[in-house]
Every structure is written in C-alpha cells, then in structure tokens.
C-alpha cells in the first residue's frame, strides 16, 4: 500500500514549455486534489475530483488542467508554464464523506525559468 | 469564503517546555473540522490532529492538544515537551461538512524552531 505517490520529485522548466504531473492513489479513494504551496500562503486548491470523469476548479485553476479517467490517477497539466507557476504541488486524496483527512503525496517542487 | 489566519509566522520554543501555536477562522457555517497539519523539511504533509465542530471536548493526542473556542472561532494547539522532531512548519486548515471533495482551506503556516 504506497497510498498517494506524486512523480516527478523535481522539475524545471522554461517559460511556454509544459508538462504532466504524475498522481496515483492506491486506496480506492473517491476524491483527489491538487494544492500548489507558496511561501507565506499555506496551500492553495488547485482542480479537485469527485469520482473519475469529474473535476471542478479550485481556488487558483488558470494555467492548469486536469482530467480523472480512473479512480487511480489524477494528473495536472501545465499547458503553458510560466515563472508565477514556480511552486510546490501537493496532490491528496481522501475516502468521500465524514471527518476523513487528506492523505498527501510527498510533493513536486516544480521550477520555471 | 472562508479564511484561515495563522497570526504568528515564527515560532521558538525550548526543549522539553510547551508552545501554543494560534490560528483563527471565519465562516457562516456551523458544521465543520479542523485540522493541524506538520510539515517537516521533508515536505511531507503529516496530519497532527482533527476537531469536529459539534464535540465541545478538546482533542487531544499525545503531547498534542488544542483548545477549541467556536464561539470565537479560534484553534489553537498546544505541544506538551517539545521535542527536536517538533520543529517543523504547522499548518492550521479548515472544511466544512458536506463538503464535495472534501477540500480544506489552509492558514499560511507557522515556522517551529525547537532549541536543545
């Protein structure tokens, strides 16, 4: 049981390039979410899921997409990376319902030149 | 929307002594949890303990407890012997029940220092 597991650990990009966040949950868990994490600003709700062929925007979605084809993965996209997107992403996922908390992954520290 | 304010950035305890860390909230909902999380240098995001609204008891775990006042909308934590492995960023979060996704709204996080 690895519960949630985020790839890459570390990326860096340049402006305009783009590329895929990796997320994948081994508890069967319905919901899932990206959180970006800046300095001084805690964590941030990026896109968040319900079940797979559903998601819905976040606090801060410009720049980002997502898309949930199955329970198990949950990947965010950045089409079109820029400086401002430099930033720490968190993917989580949590049993629908009750007081459950979010189980996170260890994180992508992601960097855009 | 709700917000979460986490009023003291830095934190510096001794070893051994106890801390509280603050953390305040706004909302219009009467039906909601609250969260601290620790986040070491690792970067891993480790639940420290939850609170129900409606429980007016104080959750306790361990050397970690908080002190609850809903009418003030303050939540605070409390660590008891602080220990070097305490010494992390605190991260105080909030979600409101029936709450689609499940989705918490974070404070910016308190910096722990602990001296030996």
């Known amino acids: 049981n690895a519960g949630v597991t985020q790839t890459p650990k570390f990326q860096v990009l340049k402006t305009g390039q783009s590329m895929t966040l990796q997320c994948a949950q081994d508890?069967?868990?319905?919901?899932m979410s990206w959180y970006r994490q800046d300095p001084g600003m805690g964590l941030r709700l990026i896109h968040y899921s319900v079940g797979a062929g559903i998601t819905d925007q976040g606090e801060v979605p410009n720049g980002y997409n997502v898309s949930r084809s199955t329970t198990e993965d949950f990947p965010l996209r950045l089409l079109s990376a820029a400086p401002s997107q430099t930033s720490v992403y968190f993917c989580?996922?949590?049993?629908?319902?009750?007081?459950?908390?979010?189980?996170f992954g260890n994180g992508t520290r992601l960097t855009v030149t | 929307a709700q917000t979460v304010t986490q009023s003291q950035p830095e934190m510096s305890v001794q070893e051994a002594e106890t801390v509280t860390l603050s953390c305040t909230y706004d909302t219009s909902e009467s039906d909601y949890y609250l969260f601290w999380y620790k986040q070491p240098p690792s970067r891993q995001m480790i639940l420290v303990i939850r609170q129900e609204a409606y429980k007016q008891q104080n959750a306790t775990e361990n050397r970690f407890s908080v002190n609850f006042q809903k009418a003030a909308k303050s939540f605070s934590l409390k660590i008891s012997d602080s220990q070097l492995g305490d010494a992390a960023m605190y991260f105080c979060?909030?979600?409101?029940?029936?709450?689609?996704?499940?989705?918490?709204?974070f404070g910016g996080g308190t910096r722990l220092m602990v001296k030996p």
């Open positions: 508890m069967n868990h319905e919901y």
């Open positions: 979060a909030y979600r409101r029940n029936n709450n689609a996704g499940n989705m918490l709204t």
């Open positions: 989580a996922s949590t049993p629908a319902g009750g007081n459950s908390p979010l189980h």
